[in-house]
């Protein structure tokens, strides 16, 4: 059975390799993902996920299993996505400081007609920051393609204080989630690591 990622992040290409899925190829979706920031933050990943796995089944054809996330911060509702320079990737990681906020990552497995698309929730609290670290972290370059304009698998793991959820879905991709969505799929993701 053939597995697609439809998305290009080297962060979810590298945990569905530690699920013990080898076999995938990536096909990067070609969709409009711009934000509609009213709506609230669950729905909108569950939207632009689906999105890109039917994007993907009509590029690709066939009866692939296509995996696709998406990925937000909101605070207090208010949805970051990706920061578009460094001036806003100061004003998002000023914003976040000191403060609890909020991971949502939506998910779709679609094979044929059979969809399933689920949203994950995170909260990810930040301790106090200071505008010399922020300016420091924006210079390691690590904000520029991330939601939140943050990595929590990179430096940005010194900016958190704590997490309550699953913390692979603050990566871009609630791992637990997704293996129970597979199972169901046919595909067992741990009798597939013990090959290994």
Do not use: W
């Not at 796995?53 to 990706?82: C, N, P």
């Not at 779709?108 to 990810?124: D, I, K, N, Q």
């Not at 991330?146 to 929590?152: L, S, W």
């Amino acid at each position: 059975m053939e597995l697609i990622l439809a998305s290009r992040s080297p962060r979810r290409r590298e945990l569905l390799e530690r699920m013990g899925l080898r076999d995938f190829r990536i096909v990067t979706p070609d969709i409009d993902e711009h934000m509609e920031r009213e709506m609230p933050p669950e729905e909108l990943v569950q939207r632009i996920s689906a999105e890109k796995a039917r994007a993907v089944r009509e590029q690709v054809g066939g009866d692939a299993i296509v995996i696709a996330a998406d990925t937000v911060v909101a605070l207090d509702g208010a949805v970051l996505g990706k920061p578009v320079d460094e001036l806003e990737a100061f004003k998002m990681l000023s914003t976040l400081s000191g403060n609890r906020h909020q991971v949502y990552t939506g998910l779709t497995v679609l094979r044929g007609e059979e969809m399933h698309t689920v949203s994950e929730e995170t909260t990810v609290s930040f301790r106090e920051l200071s505008e010399e670290e922020i300016e420091c972290y924006i210079r390691t370059g690590e904000p520029a393609d991330k939601a939140g304009a943050y990595g929590i698998q990179g430096y940005g793991a010194l900016l958190v204080d704590g997490i309550q959820g699953d913390y692979y879905n603050v990566m871009g991709l609630p791992v637990c989630r997704l293996g129970r969505i597979l199972r169901q799929m046919g595909v067992d993701c741990m009798a597939l690591a013990a090959e290994h």
